[in-house]
């Protein structure tokens, strides 16, 4: 059981179900398994940027879909930096402490959103390939989630693992991570058999 994922979860009072399956490595398996539709499953994907989000931070994010979906790169930039000019706007109009210079701009507008390399995940967050959690916050990386998925009243996370995953409600999952949310999920296109 990952007690770190359960911890966090009681300390922020978010109703949750730890379901234990056999080893699985892909969505598509998780679904089969637990026996549930593969857009009740949550699919994160570490996305690197061309520069930080943040300031002195990792150039990475979690960008979270149904796993019934796919990621559109181009349009997950567009909405990472709305989301970076939405936040600089709310900093310089945050009301200064007295003796305090204020902050402008720490958020950066990004260009481009690609996938790494798995390499990426072993040697930047000490993970291996596939057994990221959905959980941003244990690897200090913003969560982007797609706004189609926010509608869902649950959904089954990653927990950290290949044998556990962990189901809970959406908008719990965006309220602890502080997910920005916006839209950047389109449809898996099915191959056709000849």
């Known amino acids: 059981m990952n007690k770190k994922l359960v911890k966090y979860l009681e300390d922020n009072k978010v109703k949750y179900e730890l379901l234990e399956h056999r080893t699985v490595y892909t969505a598509h398996d998780v679904a089969a398994t637990l ?11 570490l996305v690197k940027f061309n520069k930080p989000f943040e300031d002195g931070k990792k150039p990475y994010a979690l960008a979270v879909v149904a796993a019934d979906k796919n ?3 181009k349009k997950l930039s567009k909405v990472v930096s709305d989301w ?5 706007r709310e900093l310089r109009l945050k009301k200064l ?8 701009d720490i958020y950066n507008k ?4 690609i996938l790494p390399k798995e390499k990426d995940m072993k040697d930047k967050f000490k993970v291996g390939a596939g057994s990221m959690s959905a959980f941003g916050s244990f690897y200090k990386l913003p969560v982007f989630v797609d706004k189609s998925f926010t509608k869902k009243e649950k959904a089954i996370f990653a927990a950290g693992n290949f044998e556990e995953s962990v ?12 997910a920005m949310v916006g839209a ?3 449809g898996k296109k099915v191959k056709k058999v000849k």
């Open 35 to 45: 026996h549930v539709k593969l857009g009740e499953i949550a699919k994160s994907l």
């Open 71 to 73: 990621i559109d790169l």
């Open 84 to 88: 970076a000019v939405r936040l600089n």
């Open 97 to 104: 402490e007295k003796g305090k210079k204020p902050v402008v």
């Open 110 to 113: 990004v260009a481009k959103v």
């Open 167 to 178: 189901k809970l409600p959406v908008a719990g999952f965006v309220k602890i991570e502080q």
């Open 184 to 186: 950047f999920a389109v």
